[in-house]
Structures are given as C-alpha cells and as structure tokens.
C-alpha cells in the first residue's frame, strides 16, 4: 500500500511538471561505416535540437539520457549521401520530443580507402656556416604509408619533415624529426607491431 502511495505522489509530480523547450547542442555520433570506406567531405561535428518535453527531463534528472543523434552509416556507397536528423535517429530521454533540427539535413561524400607509400622530403632550415655545404642526406625510412580518401590520397606527393635547422652544424650531424602531410584526412598508417 506504501508502495502504491509513493507511486501515486510520483505520477503527480511529474505530471505536474510545467512541459518547457530548450535548444540542446550535441555531437554527431555516427555507426557502421564499412571498413573499405572513409568520409571525405569536412565533417559536421554538431547539431542545434530545439526540444519540447517535462522540465525534469530536458534537465537531465529523470532518465539522464542525454540528447544525441547517432547516423547508422551500413548502407552507404562512394558518392554523396544526405540524412535526415528526424526522431528515428535521434536519442531522447521518455516524454521528450525533437521539435526540430538544425540543420535538418547533414551531406557527407564517402570515397573508397586507399593506401600507397610516399617519399620522404627533408625540410632545410638556415645556411650552414662559414660556407659549409650538405654533401650528402639521406634519411630513414625513406618512404612512409599513407592512408586516406582515394582522392586525396591521390595528390600527396611526398611526407615532408619538419625543418632540419643547418645553422649551427658543422661536420656530420643526425637529427630526429616528424614528418607531415598536407591533407588532414590523410594519416600515417603505422604497422602493427
């Protein structure tokens, strides 16, 4: 009978609570990318959800689910795909509701993923003193793994390194520097060890 009581009180409180709308900013979550395929487009990391629901809930006090819109990506071919952020893929704590998104609509381009092996460039900084020349450089390993969007991959033409300051070598010197690539989606694959 306690029980019941405690439930009743509950059920009012919460029906009573006054229902507001609030605009949530949250991250795009994505799932089940094929592993052959990369996002080639610049992504889209958030989106504004106007949201209705009780007070409590649109606080986080209730469920503490919190608002997230989660992209299932299985389906996707190279090409350009558009989705639509509506309430099938959206996430909400119970009694609230997604009024609207925005943006409405997110376009990503997905390209095939391709690897290949580029040169590595070494970037001189400054002159070597007293008329000093290079005579020889070499570095190690000469060449690196690239992976990425075909495309992109596709223009990558060397990984340079950072600069190799020369102003103050004389004689035979080694020095260890990272190397780069100009694209942000394309990355260093490194080995498994």
Known sequence: ???LAIAVVLWALVASEPELSEFATV??????LPDDLE???DPVSSVSLELRGPSGELRGVGDGIR???ILDMSDVQ???RTFTIAQGNVQLARGVRLVRSIPS???????RRMIRFVPVVVRIAGQAPNGYTVVHQSVAPDRLEIAGPS???ARITAAVTDP???SSVVGRSEFRVNAFVEDSFVRFKLRSR
Do not use: K
């Not at 609509?105 to 390209?111: A, G, I, K, T, Y």
């Open 105 to 111: 609509e997110v376009r990503f381009l997905f390209e």
């Open 78 to 80: 190279p090409g350009e």
């Open 39 to 41: 996002i080639s487009s």
């Open 1 to 3: 009978m306690l029980s």
């Open 67 to 69: 608002p997230a819109v």
């Open 27 to 32: 991250r795009l979550e994505y799932r089940n």
């Open 164 to 166: 190799v300051d020369l």
């Open 151 to 153: 495309s992109r991959v």
